[in-house]
């Protein structure tokens, strides 16, 4: 069976696209979202207090592996987006460090 890597698909639209990749790949997802699904690994991560740390301990329990398809599919509950650029708009920047 094929690998897929997502990152940020465990809810609303990415859920339903890991679970039709689940059909043909296992996929391991590193999500904030407790999803579970068959052919999938979850790795729950708290993307807001995540440090070098944690994000290592997830990739050492992938790091042996080889993907085939990497797929990043993060909407960061919010801007920055063409929202974020409009004339007045105001958004901290803490947000657009964590989200990017």
Do not use: C
């Not at 679970?19 to 991560?45: P, W």
Request: glycine share 10%; charged share 20%.
């Amino acid at each position: 069976m094929k690998n897929a890597l997502i990152l940020g698909g465990g809810s609303k639209w990415g859920a339903e696209f890991t679970k039709k990749l689940s059909e043909t790949y296992h996929v391991d997802l590193i999500t904030g979202s407790y999803f579970t699904h068959d052919n999938v690994t979850t790795h729950h991560i708290d993307w807001f207090g995540m440090n070098e740390d944690v994000l290592r301990e997830i990739l050492f329990k992938i790091n042996d592996k080889t993907f085939d398809i990497i797929f990043f599919n993060h909407n960061s509950g919010g801007g920055p987006n063409e929202q974020s650029y409009a004339p007045g708009s105001e958004y901290p920047i803490d947000q657009w460090h964590m989200q990017n």
